[in-house]
């Protein structure tokens, strides 16, 4: 089971990259790992790093996936995110972070993107 979750999960993060490259987003980084944590994608819009979470979801029985963006994995995020930055500066660029909401399975699935999807303080 613990296999099919992390497959589903991979297959969810490679229909979010390619919505993405639809529309003409450049994928920066591909599970970019620090600080005992991953971001799924980076992505370059025009003058924007985007810090993408892709959550997906089979079924509501546990609730919306958004739901799982909870306060503690948005800081989690914005920890990796700094270190990404550290490693990548630049003084042209904007910042934000995006969430990928992909709904169903591959046969039949929706797709939310929701960009500024949260602000830390």
């Keep these: ?10 297959w ?11 529309r003409g987003m450049v994928i920066l980084e591909r599970n970019y790992r620090a600080q ?3 971001i799924d994608l980076i992505i370059q819009d025009g003058n924007t ?3 993408v ?3 997906t979801g089979a079924s509501d029985v546990y609730g919306p996936p958004e739901e799982r963006i909870t ?3 948005q800081r ?7 270190a990404y930055i550290q490693e990548h500066p630049s003084n042209n660029v904007d910042y934000r972070f995006d ?3 992909i709904d169903g399975n591959s046969r039949n699935y929706q797709i939310r993107h929701y960009k500024n999807a949260f602000y830390l303080l």
């Design 1 to 10: 089971m613990v296999g099919d979750k992390k497959a589903f999960g991979k």
């Design 12 to 22: 969810g993060e490679e229909i979010a990259a390619q919505f993405l490259q639809k």
């Design 36 to 38: 005992r944590g991953e």
């Design 49 to 51: 790093v985007a810090f």
């Design 53 to 55: 979470e892709v959550k």
């Design 71 to 73: 306060p503690n994995k």
């Design 76 to 82: 989690q995020l914005y920890k990796i995110a700094t």
């Design 99 to 101: 969430v990928i909401v």
